[in-house]
């Protein structure tokens, strides 16, 4: 990884970043939900206002009817305004955002639903259609929020509210086993400008020909994105950096694991437990 940034690299990483914009074809560019999905931004600077009731009901209700493995809608979500995040957290919600929704994969509803014999032997078959179905009950709401002009970021670690922070949110939140904290989507209204898209892979990388197999990414592509985040990142936190971020989640990646599997899967600290 490159760690002293060249100027020349830097000044084009950030030029390719500005200049970049989502492609969307001539011919489907008034379409009104493309529209909504290429502008999305994560945003992480919010107004005070609040989000009226009746807008904020159909963003959840959004998460709620959304699709999910055989109709099990194994999420939860925990639903917060700034003053009741204060109450159970002592600090705001991250970015000073009014509403919060912390999404939990939720396992122990299916169980209840279905007896513990239909799905308990294969932990991880059920952990992964949990964090699918949760996942995408949470961009259902992030992109209803879009669309009715309220801004979001979805956080899996800023101010212990994500996968990184699980053990203390399953303390804070009174979950029972089986039910397990993915991250939380923080709303409100944009304070400025949105920021230009982080840089994307391109097409070639990211997508290959199903009938051709698997494509390994093309010499310097990888470098060269690599370069765009840490230019980015470097322009967006002056007294930060990429790898600075990259740091921390290492450093708080080793708990999580832990804390995972025991919640998740009922493995001991010492190793496998039962499920
Ligand atoms: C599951 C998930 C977890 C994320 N966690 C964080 C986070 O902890 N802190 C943060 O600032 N952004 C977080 N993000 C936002 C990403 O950084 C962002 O989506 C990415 O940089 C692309 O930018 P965009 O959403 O503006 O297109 C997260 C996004 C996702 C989907």
Redesign the pocket.
């Known amino acids: 990884m490159a760690h002293t940034p060249d100027p020349l690299l830097f000044i084009r990483s950030l030029w390719r970043i500005i200049t970049r914009k989502p492609q969307v074809p001539p011919s489907l560019k008034d379409n009104a939900l493309l529209n909504v999905i290429m502008r999305?931004?994560?945003?992480?600077t919010y107004r005070s206002d609040d989000i009226p009731e009746d807008v904020f009901c159909a963003i959840l209700e959004a998460g709620r009817v959304a699709p999910s493995t055989v109709n099990l809608q194994s999420w939860s979500f925990a639903v917060f305004t700034a003053a009741s995040w204060r109450a159970t957290f002592d600090h705001p919600i991250?970015?000073k955002a009014p509403r919060a929704v912390i999404i939990l994969g939720d396992t122990h509803r299916d169980r209840l639903a279905l007896g513990e014999e239909t799905i308990a032997h294969s932990p991880l078959v059920e952990y992964t259609i949990a964090v699918m179905n949760a996942?995408l009950a949470?961009?259902a709401m992030n992109l209803t929020a879009e669309a009715l002009g309220v801004s979001s970021?979805?956080?899996?670690?800023?101010g212990q509210?994500?996968?990184?922070d699980a053990e203390y949110l399953c303390a804070k939140l009174h979950l029972p086993p089986g039910v397990f904290p993915?991250?939380?989507i923080v709303f409100g209204y944009a304070a400025g400008a949105?920021?230009p898209?982080?840089p994307?892979l391109p097409m070639e990388t990211v997508s290959f020909d199903g009938a051709t197999g698997y494509r390994e990414p093309a010499p310097g592509v990888l470098d060269d994105w690599l370069a765009q985040m840490i230019a980015g990142y470097k322009a967006s936190h002056l007294t930060s950096s990429f790898q600075a971020q990259l740091h921390l989640y290492q450093s708080k990646i080793g708990k999580a694991e832990a804390d995972l599997r025991r919640m998740v899967f009922g493995e001991s600290s010492t190793g496998k437990g039962g499920a």
Not at 153 to 158: A, G, K, N, P, R
Request: glycine share 4%; charged share 20%; net charge positive.
């Open positions: 999305r931004r994560s945003v992480r991250p970015f996942s949470t961009m970021v979805m956080l899996s670690e800023t509210s994500g996968l990184l993915l991250m939380t949105y920021p898209m982080p994307r």
